[in-house]
């Protein structure tokens, strides 16, 4: 069973920054591709940025040119740079694999991410 384990969440005023971080449990040779995923309180969770497995990126409109996502695969690590923190980039956020055979890992525990003066 893959597990992933994410941390770095924490609570940061606007404008402030956190780097995320996702660590898994297995390499990521079978992997299509990673993401970070969030959900807010009352809301649908959703895909905020993949990482492809070429290390093609995307991004949600509501969080381009802030985040960034990377990932390094000798420590089977997906880590995502949050800068410019607004109150609307509060939620839960998670992050899963997708393999070649479109298999989905199970989710992590998710961190909590609330930016807040």
């Known amino acids: 069973q893959v597990q992933l384990v994410e941390s770095g969440g924490g609570l940061v005023q606007p404008g402030g920054s956190l780097r995320l971080s996702c660590m898994t449990s297995?390499?990521?040779?079978?992997?299509?591709?990673m993401g970070w995923y969030r959900q807010a309180p009352g809301k649908q969770r959703g895909l905020v940025a993949p990482i492809g497995t070429d290390g093609d990126t995307k991004y949600a409109d509501s969080v381009k040119g802030r985040f960034v996502i990377s990932r390094d695969k000798a420590k089977m690590a997906v880590y995502l740079k949050m800068n410019s923190l607004e109150p609307e980039d509060t939620a839960v956020y998670y992050c899963?694999?997708?393999?070649?055979?479109?298999?989905?890992?199970?989710w992590g525990q998710g961190t909590q991410v609330t930016v807040s003066s």
């Open positions: 297995e390499s990521f040779i079978k992997v299509l591709r």
């Open positions: 899963k694999g997708e393999t070649k055979t479109r298999y989905f890992w199970p």
